[in-house]
């Protein structure tokens, strides 16, 4: 059984930059699968953030696209998100989740981290 | 970035009743939809993807279908265990954009 854990620091200060980390157990980060990150503001709804590879090849949401980096860390079966220049809107839930191999839907979620943007 | 808009974006419903749930993109996406179900607290789970297929260990009370545009999850009989908020998801192009939500609530 996959499972995916977010961890990270829960407090960012305005400016800062976010770095959440996603650890892989049950499966390999090299298997045929996209990574992703999405996040959830408190009360609203989701948006996706961008999805990497275990090549490197990664896609981003526009919106975010000059702030994030999604990479990975093979060894430790591990991939990561930053974000740069954070404001309290960006003050989230954020999950990491699991493409599917066969089709392109979101088949493991990581529990999410709650991450606050504030001074 | 298509645009997904999901209607209604609450309801209120009775157990047993019926209930369908409407997806609605910006421009054509074939059949690359997912629908999530989400509880307080919890991350989203995968109920259908590509449009209509039942994701394993999904009750089989929900279904969904469309293509192009319009696309509809219905929940043939609702369950306790079925309140909560319903997202679809198209994965046509990138960004993958999802619907703002539709929160079922007891009646």
């Known amino acids: 059984q996959v499972q995916l854990q977010e961890s990270g620091p829960g407090l960012v200060k305005p400016s800062g930059t976010l770095s959440l980390t996603c650890d892989v157990s049950?499966?390999?980060?090299?298997?045929?699968?996209?990574w992703s990150w999405v996040r959830q503001p408190p009360g609203k709804g989701l948006e996706w953030i961008g999805e990497?590879?275990?090549?490197?090849?990664?896609n981003y949401n526009p919106s975010l696209k000059s702030r994030v980096t999604i990479s990975v860390d093979k060894p430790k079966n591990q991939f990561s998100l930053k974000l740069t220049s954070v404001t309290a809107a960006d003050t989230a839930v954020y999950y990491c989740?699991?493409?599917?191999?066969?089709?392109?839907?979101?088949?493991?979620w990581g529990q999410g981290t709650l991450v606050t943007v504030s001074s | 970035a298509i645009q997904m808009t999901q209607s209604p974006s609450s309801l209120s419903a009775s157990v047993g009743d019926r209930v369908t749930i409407t997806c609605r993109a910006s421009?054509?996406?074939?059949?690359?939809l997912g629908w999530y179900q989400q509880k307080p607290g919890k991350a989203p789970k995968v109920l259908i993807y590509?449009?209509?297929s039942l994701q394993s260990g999904v009750p089989s009370r929900f279904s969904g279908s469309g293509s192009g545009t319009d696309f509809t999850l219905t929940i043939s009989s609702l369950q306790p265990e079925d309140f909560a908020t319903y997202y679809c998801?198209?994965?046509?192009?990138?960004?993958?954009?999802f619907g703002q939500g539709t929160k079922v609530e007891i009646k």
């Open positions: 989740a699991r493409v599917g191999a066969v089709a392109d839907f979101f088949d493991y």
């Open positions: 049950g499966g390999s980060i090299s298997s045929s699968n996209w």
């Open positions: 990497m590879f275990h090549s490197g090849s990664t």
């Open positions: 421009q054509g996406i074939r059949n690359d």
């Open positions: 590509e449009a209509s």
């Open positions: 998801l198209q994965d046509y192009n990138y960004p993958w954009t």
